[in-house]
């Protein structure tokens, strides 16, 4: 019975782990992309480049 219940905490905690790391990753991109859409259209808008606001 010990093992089981040792068995299954694992496999959840691992599973909060992963979910962890894809959700992190996706807001990276998600950071990365409005990154380069600011450095690339700012030079052509009266947008100060460097003034992010990545929230």
């Known amino acids: 019975m010990f093992k089981l219940l040792l068995s ?3 496999l959840l905690t691992g599973c909060n782990t ?6 992190g990753t996706a807001l990276g991109v ?3 992309v409005k990154t380069t859409y ?6 052509f808008t009266k ?3 460097g003034d992010l606001d990545l929230d």
């Open 18 to 23: 992963v979910t962890g790391s894809i959700e």
């Open 30 to 32: 998600v950071k990365d």
């Open 8 to 10: 299954i905490f694992i």
């Open 38 to 43: 600011h450095y690339s259209t700012c030079i």
């Open 47 to 49: 947008t100060q480049c």
